[in-house]
């Protein structure tokens, strides 16, 4: 179940048509046919073993855009410059924290509408023992419409809800004090709403980190003309072993990637010994342009964190905030700058494989399975070891040249590595759904970050 607090950031909730979308995105079965009652269109239609979609269809280009946001209060409906809007963080099912809220802001507002029906002499109600007159009435009714409105907001995905909301809380006290002895109760729905409302409005103000990932992405321009496919020419000068990998991953054949955008969840270590907290986040990464945006919302005790990681134009800068309040860590400078160059080179090794092409990168081959890496980036030059396993699948990426900081203030460097797992289809490619993040400690391995892969798309801002 995922922690309570998540309803402030608003669990991005989506209706059964967007997991459909993504479901006939992904590759086919590639079981063969046994009958003509076993198929749909030339497809198995169910696969029992990997449940993969029944037939192979392009996605809707424009069905992402009838989906919602990264959290109710992060990236709604945000325009690429010249393109289309940002992909949303597409969920299968509701979370029990989401349905317990939507619950409490239905049956709260159904039961303002007693106060509704007690001043228009609708219907006896013994519960309202005090008189109340008509315009009251109105008010009564007037909280219990913005209550239900808020829940359908919240449902849908829409970041207004928090707003409908607090109109409504404030509608339904003020018309609580003044049956009070009849329904007090209602004053303590209202403060269990008040938190979770309270956080979606500060996640949603213009100055959240949030709304800077919004502002930062609708920057992101698109590309003037669909990118040209990725031929077997174009890997011919790459070490045989990343062309086994890029083989292997499905980029042959396909469209060059000049952006993508991603969706993760997982668990996160703050700092060496710090507890465990759940995630959720999003990415959007451009490229020749080298464009990386990175959104992190968890929550720990209680309390909401959002990260933002930016790298834009070869600089860097990592915020970290706490109900998006509180600064708890602003870092930039030179060591940020390598760091998330680093961490580019990364995502463009097991997210984007087939963008290496035509970067700045030189390659040496260190054995059989291991190349080396050495990427340059305005100023930033910076290296890593790939390891490939017997079928040319990544299996880790290590690099001396990403830097540890805990407080965003001081830095320290200790080799860096992401040991990849679980490859399997992702529309027409195979990437790896599952990664850790880790630093080689003078004590030892330490694993901060656990990292699963949702859902990834390519080229989202192209016509």
Known sequence: ?????????????????????????????????????????????????????????????????????????????????????????????????????????????????????????????????????????????????????????????RSSWGLVAGFGIVASQVAIFTSFSDARFGTVVNLLLAAPVAVALLAAAPNSLASRFRADAALVRRADARPPLLTETDIGDLPEQVQVYLRFVGAIGQPRVLDFRADFRGTIKSKPGGAWMKFEARQLSAFPQNTRLFLLQSS??????????????????????????????????????????????????????????????????LGPRRVRATFSHGR?????????????????????????????????????STPLSNYRSFGRHQLAARGDASWAMPDGELVYGKFELLDIEYNVATP
């Open 1 to 157: 179940m995922r922690l309570a607090i998540r309803w402030a950031f608003g669990d991005a909730h989506r209706a059964a048509r967007s997991s459909r979308s993504r479901e006939v995105a992904r590759a086919p079965c590639p079981r063969p046919l046994r009958n003509r009652q076993d198929s749909f269109n030339g497809h198995p239609r169910k696969c029992k073993d990997c449940t993969r979609p029944q037939q192979l269809r392009e996605p809707n280009p424009r069905a992402w855009q009838r989906t919602s946001a990264f959290g109710q209060s992060g990236l709604r409906g945000t325009q690429l410059a010249n393109g289309p809007a940002v992909a949303s963080l597409e969920k299968t099912s509701l979370s029990l924290a989401a349905v317990l809220l939507a619950l409490l802001l239905l049956g709260h507002g159904a039961l303002h509408a007693l106060g509704f029906v007690k001043a228009f002499a609708l219907a006896d109600v013994p519960s309202l023992q005090r008189p109340i007159s008509r315009s009251l009435g109105l008010l009564w009714g007037a909280a219990g419409v913005l209550l239900a409105l808020a829940a359908a907001l919240f449902l849908s995905s």
């Open 300 to 365: 720990l005790f209680g309390l909401p964190f959002t990260a933002y990681h930016r790298y834009q134009s070869a600089h860097a800068t990592m915020q970290v905030k706490a109900a998006e309040l509180f600064s708890v860590i602003d870092a930039t400078g030179p060591e940020m700058d390598q760091s998330e160059t680093v961490t580019l080179l990364n995502d463009l090794c097991v997210l984007a494989p087939a963008a290496l092409v035509g970067q700045n990168i030189t390659w040496q081959t």
């Open 380 to 416: 930033q030059r910076v290296s890593a070891e790939l390891e490939f396993d017997a079928r040319g699948a990544l299996i880790n990426f290590q690099s001396q040249d990403r830097y540890l900081s805990v407080d965003g203030k001081t830095f320290a460097a200790y080799r860096w």
